[in-house]
């Protein structure tokens, strides 16, 4: 990374402070608009990004790291424009005020929820899926009337810039506002009071943030990662499952928070799971991955870098790469690669993957993968291939995860009625759908007195022996 120097730095803190007072002197106006005014400011998004911009987003994702086109639609184009029609279907129905039960010992009074917006918010987007998870949460923030800035990663320098073009096009910095740069610009923006700012990124750098955010009680949506297992048992379809934690970890070059970051096999099944991996991979990509234009790279020489460590290491402590293990520095490529008999110790136990190593394991009883999902973080999703209902019960009641998914990998983030997040280590706060919306809401609780009796005035002071005996009926009956 260049070096940034002391007047940068107050150029870019300038800019950022500007932007960010524009938008707070705004922010009711925008908070005040009307679900008809959302919806087309949501619906310009949808356009851009289906039509107006569709091909320049191939182009820049190619780029970026060799992203094939179709898989650019299926991750990038398709979600965004998924989440702008299920926001626009349904939006004026998130926007009204719910009703909600009034106590007896309050009676004369009614009682609702108002979904009001934050106010200034930030999003801060990764590199893996630019477009999709800059605007889909910008669509949630939108819908709730905030006003918004946005820092999407250096890492996909192209798709960054393509981004501003479109902010800039579509919107007045005072509502929606673009920055583009690397740590210095993420820097000043965390410094700023925001309202609520969500992150996708890694777990390190969301400590990062949240701690930023503590300064000033910011509210945080922190969208992370982990090490997603997948558990296939001895009842599990193997073809099926082959296919699909092939095509899941093969995707964007297994560059996914969600993507299968290791498998346990039931020990029976290992050599046919192996069989039809290594078939439905040559399937997808051909017997010389390299030349498939349907592959994608990793995204610069620090991460390829930081995989072939990985690799390095456990060959180092005598693991076994049953499939793959080609690489090639000059081009960022690291072929789907299968290692089993890793040592605990081994590098590839320690972070998320982040790209196309599965390692392996076997095991004879479902304790065994259990217990060791259960030492480690909270995982982002869990994947169980099963037919075993009993088995499937097991593994999804005595594990925790921020989704669970039976019988396939990483689907669940297509569906926009399932609140998207992590817990804990992979995560805080949920997205997607109404539960974006509402990550971008302050839930308003809101009393009105409608009748001339005051149910309360039997509880005010002076407390004489008639009061006191209200209270204990109030509290025997009306509680």
Known sequence: MSQISAVDIKIVSEKINRIFDSQKRNQYKVGQSTAKERKAKIKKIQNAIQNTYRERIKEVSYQDFKKNEAEVDLTEIFPIVASAKFTNNRLSGWMRDEKVDTPLAQMGMSSWIKYESKGVVLIISPWNFA????????????????????????????????????????????????????????????????????????????????????????SVSLELGGKCPTIVDQTANIKDAASRIAWAKGMNNGQICIAPDYVYVHESKKEEFMKYYKKFTNDYYGENIQESDSYNRIVNDNHFRRIKGYMDDALERDAVI??????????????????????????????????????????????????????????????????????????????????????????????????????????????????????????????????????????????????????????????
């Open 322 to 479: 049953e499939f793959g293990g080609q690489l090639d520095e000059k081009d960022n490529f690291v072929s789907p690669t299968v290692v089993s008999n890793l040592s605990d110790e081994a590098l590839v136990w320690e972070k998320e993957i982040f790209g196309p190593i599965l390692p392996l394991r076997t095991f004879s009883d479902l304790s065994e993968p259990i217990d060791f999902v259960n030492k480690g973080e909270k995982p982002l999703a869990l994947y169980v291939y099963s037919k075993n209902k009993k088995n499937i019960n097991r593994v999804v009641d005595n594990t925790r995860s921020g989704g669970v998914v039976i019988n396939h990998n990483a689907v669940h983030y297509f569906n926009n009625n399932l609140p998207f997040g992590g817990s804990n280590n992979s995560g805080i706060g949920k997205g997607m759908g109404e539960f974006g919306f509402k990550a971008f809401s302050n839930a308003k609780s809101v009393m009105k007195q409608w009748s001339p009796i005051d149910g309360m005035e039997n509880f005010r002071p002076p407390y004489s022996n008639i009061k006191k005996k209200l209270i204990a009926f109030a509290i025997k009956y009306l509680s």
């Open 131 to 218: 477009f999709n998870l800059t605007f889909i949460p910008l669509i949630s923030a939108i819908a709730a009337g905030n006003t918004v800035m946005l820092k999407p990663s250096e890492n996909t320098s192209h798709s960054s810039a393509l981004m501003k073009e479109i902010i800039d096009d579509l919107f007045e910095e005072d509502e929606v506002a673009l920055i583009e740069g690397a740590i210095p610009e993420t820097s000043a923006l965390l410094k700023k009071p925001f309202n609520h700012i969500f992150f996708t990124g890694a777990p390190s750098i969301g400590k990062i943030v949240m701690k930023a955010a503590a300064e000033h009680l910011t």
